[in-house]
């Protein structure tokens, strides 16, 4: 391992080298990633959760929609660009500040997780949101579901977001194949 490495590495430690390969592909040092794949997309249809997708750029629901992902690396931060059936997601991962938390910033939310390692799979249990950089209270941000693992050779993950009295947001299982990592 080098002295300065890669944003899941460095907050996995003695982890990282326990996942399965897949998910040390997909998450590793690699300055650029392309992957595709399918995926299955649910989530509620109320009027506030479909507009709260629509703000946050999250995908609407469809079965086995096809899924491109693109992840460009600098440094320990991470920009990655989900486009589900033609619509584009993006998020921009790092490490928080002064925590071994993994931060993703999507539009005005940030959420901060934990990464655990479970068996070969990576688990990644929330511990903190904020929206405008304001701190959330615990009982607003909801659930967060978030696993990735290997099937069949291939990334498999699933995400699952659900919110107070508002029901699921969006979760989305499938798989991803990196076609393009340099």
Do not use: C
């Not at 430690?13 to 996942?19: A, C, E, T």
């Not at 509620?44 to 609407?60: D, S």
């Amino acid at each position: 391992m080098t002295s300065n490495p890669a944003l899941f590495p460095a907050l996995l430690g003695d982890h990282w080298q326990q996942l399965a390969a897949p998910i040390q592909q997909m998450h590793g040092d690699t300055p650029h990633v392309l992957a595709r794949g399918a995926a299955d997309v649910e989530g509620a249809t109320n009027l506030p959760i479909r507009w709260l997708r629509h703000l946050l750029g999250l995908p609407e629901p469809g079965l086995q929609q096809p899924l491109e992902v693109s992840i460009e690396r600098r440094g320990t931060r991470e920009i990655w660009t989900r486009r589900f059936a033609g619509k584009q997601m993006r998020s921009v991962l790092d490490r928080a500040t002064n925590s071994p938390l993994l931060s993703e910033r999507l539009g005005p939310i940030t959420l901060r997780f934990e990464l655990l390692r479970d068996d070969r799979t990576l688990d990644w249990q929330l511990r903190g949101a904020r929206m405008f950089g304001l701190p959330l209270p615990r009982a607003l941000f909801g659930e967060v579901l978030s696993r990735s693992g290997e099937q069949d050779g291939r990334y498999a993950f699933h995400i699952d977001t659900r919110l107070p009295l508002l029901g699921r947001l969006v979760a989305y299982r499938g798989w991803l194949e990196i076609v393009d990592g340099d």
